[in-house]
């Protein structure tokens, strides 16, 4: 079985940064919000739940091109990741009229997809060439889920107005009739979906590609 390789993916732009070595490890961390309500005459006051908190994803990532036949500063691939902390002024929130960095997802194999924003980033350069130019990093990243596992991406606002209609992220080895299947409970219904995002290849799919998924009936009238 080939290697799978960990990487990260743009999700406003779909541009890939692939990961030169997996991570030796990772971690999961999640905090729930609770008030404590003081009962009287009792020794432990109730909790009350307030609500969930995202689930954060922390890893250290290995970079290093001090074997690369062509000398490539590290920075060629560090700064990719560090352009997905920096606010991009095409994504302005039309009500408040303020910009965000995009969202992204790290992927790993089909075992692990996880939509979030990056919140926290930390690069150390330890191999340097004789000229000063940086051949080996570790990143410290923290990812910070922005949607439960269940839900799908939230609506696209190009679909307002069109009921039922809504926006669905790809994730890495997802076929249209999987889709279908997952969506409609009918594989053969994926032309419906092809037919709704002009899909000239059905068989290419890019992860982290917003798919337009229009309601059965749409097909079927």
Known sequence: MPLEKAYITNLETNERIDCLFNPTEYTVSKQNQWETVIQMGEDVPAPV???????TLTMSLLFDTYGDE??????????????????????????????????????WGRVLQFVAVITSMTQRFTLFRDDGTPVRATVDVTFQQVRAEDQHQAQNPTTVGQPGQRVRLVRP???????????????????????????DDPRTLVPGQRLKIVPRRQRET
């Open 49 to 55: 739940f307030l609500s969930g908190g995202p689930r």
């Open 70 to 107: 062509n000398g490539r500063d590290v920075r060629e691939y560090t700064d990719k990741l560090a352009k997905l902390m920096k606010v991009d002024p095409q994504l302005r929130n039309e009500d408040n009229n303020k910009s965000r960095p995009p969202t992204c997802m790290f992927t």
């Open 173 to 199: 080895g997802d076929r249209l009739d999987w889709i279908a299947y997952e969506e409609y409970r009918d594989p053969t219904l994926w032309r419906l979906i092809a037919e709704a995002n002009d899909l």
